[in-house]
Structure formats: C-alpha cells, structure tokens
C-alpha cells in the first residue's frame, strides 16, 4: 500500500520555464510534507516542507502547494535552471515522527 | 559545519555473512533515522533513534538492527545477507523531534552482496 504517491516517474522542461512536480497521499494523519532533491549516488537534499495547517510555503524560487481536501501537493520551481536536474521526492510523515514516507520520485530534467 | 557522515561509503559483502554501517549526525543532532533504496522499493523506512532509544521501526525482518550511542552516533547492522539487501543505506539527522523537523541525509551507503 503506497501512501505517497507521484505519478510521473519523469519531467522534462525548458530552462526558463516552470517546473510542477505532483504528489498525492492517501493517509489522513499526514501533518507535515517536505520535498527533496537527490543527485545520483548523493543522498537525497532537503528543499522545502508545508504543514498541514498551511496551503502556500515559498522559499525563493520554489513554492509548495498543499490541497488537503484532495490530499496532492505540487512542487513550483520558477524559473527552471539546469542545476535543478535531478530526482524530486515528496515526503510525508506525522506525530512528529521523523519516519519519513517517501513517493517513488520524479526525475526532472531541465533543457537548455 | 559538517553534514551527516556515513562510512563506509562503498561496501561489498558474501551472502550469508553480516555488515555493520556507521552514521555521524551533524553535531547537535539527536535523531537519527536509517532508509534502505532500492530500485524497486525506492525509500523505505528502517529505524529511528532519539536519546538512544528506538522511536520507530519501519517493516523490515529482524535481520535489520540498530543502535545509537550516547555521543547520537548510530549503527546499523544487518545479519545473514541477501542478495535482495544490496542497496544504498542511508542516514538521517534530525535536531529534534516534532512536528516542523527537517531531516539532513548523509552521502549513503552502497551495499553490494554477491
């Protein structure tokens, strides 16, 4: 039973452009979401987190969007740059756990 | 600062024999959790420690084990080794537990078992 879920194993973008990185859960008791980059043989690098109290989190060029009613969030990189090639892995957890529930990942691949 | 450091960072074992792999928080950490990926499964959930003491244990056999010392240094040991272990182990700290805590990853463990 996957509780995190993205969808597109695969992204591709202009440079320039903006990137929508999709996820959705399944399980209620998620309270906190938090996104991560991750470079081939690297571990995987914190970019942004949402609590569930929140809708909108935004730390420069990415924002994280929250739709609890319809359990997804998304993942806005604006503008895209070629650096931010690589896999995006949503996460979900609660109670303050720090188990993490990962989604499968999506590579985002940015084109000059 | 110094990020999470994993050693060793490249590690080939025999089916059937044991591994032991090491996990240096950033320094203040507390919390140390462990993830198994692998190309099937992705990111998956081992352990996770807090003052020493498990807090969570994610569902793999007890072949899987862990511990964390009183400096927040963790191990994890995995006995009787599979081929289906072969993976990229990895280390997390966090500072704290509760709501709103990020977790830093380490570089990782790659395991190969032949």
């Known amino acids: 039973d996957q509780q995190v879920k993205q969808n597109s194993p695969s992204l591709s973008v202009q440079e320039g452009r903006i990137s929508i990185l999709n996820c959705d859960y399944t399980?209620?008791?998620?309270?906190?979401f938090l996104w991560y980059k991750k470079y081939p043989a690297e571990g995987p690098t914190f970019l942004i987190s949402?609590?569930?109290?929140?809708d909108k989190n935004e730390d420069g060029r990415f924002t994280v969007f929250l739709n609890k009613s319809a359990k997804h969030l998304s993942l806005h990189i604006v503008p895209s740059q070629p650096g931010d090639s690589a896999v995006y892995f949503c996460?979900?957890?609660?109670?303050?756990?720090?188990?993490?529930?990962f989604g499968q990942g999506t590579r985002l691949t940015i084109n000059p | 600062k110094a990020g999470v450091t994993q050693t060793p960072r490249y590690l080939i074992k025999t089916r059937g024999q044991q591994v032991t792999l090491s996990c240096s928080p950033i320094?203040?950490?507390?919390?140390v959790s462990w993830y198994q990926q692998t190309p099937g499964q992705g990111l998956q959930f081992l352990f996770e420690?807090?003052?020493?003491?498990?807090?969570n244990k994610g569902n793999f056999p007890g072949r899987f084990s862990g511990r964390q010392f009183s400096n927040s240094r963790s191990e994890m040991n995995v006995s009787t080794l599979e081929l289906g272990d072969s993976a990229l182990y990895l280390c997390?700290?966090?500072?704290?537990?509760?709501?709103?805590?990020?977790?830093?990853f380490g570089q990782g463990t790659r395991l190969t078992v032949v």
């Open positions: 997390a700290s966090s500072l704290k537990v509760g709501a709103g805590t990020e977790a830093f």
């Open positions: 420690y807090f003052s020493e003491t498990q807090r």
């Open positions: 949402i609590s569930s109290i929140k």
């Open positions: 996460a979900a957890t609660y109670q303050g756990a720090q188990k993490l529930v």
């Open positions: 399980n209620s008791m998620f309270d906190y």
């Open positions: 320094s203040g950490h507390r919390s």
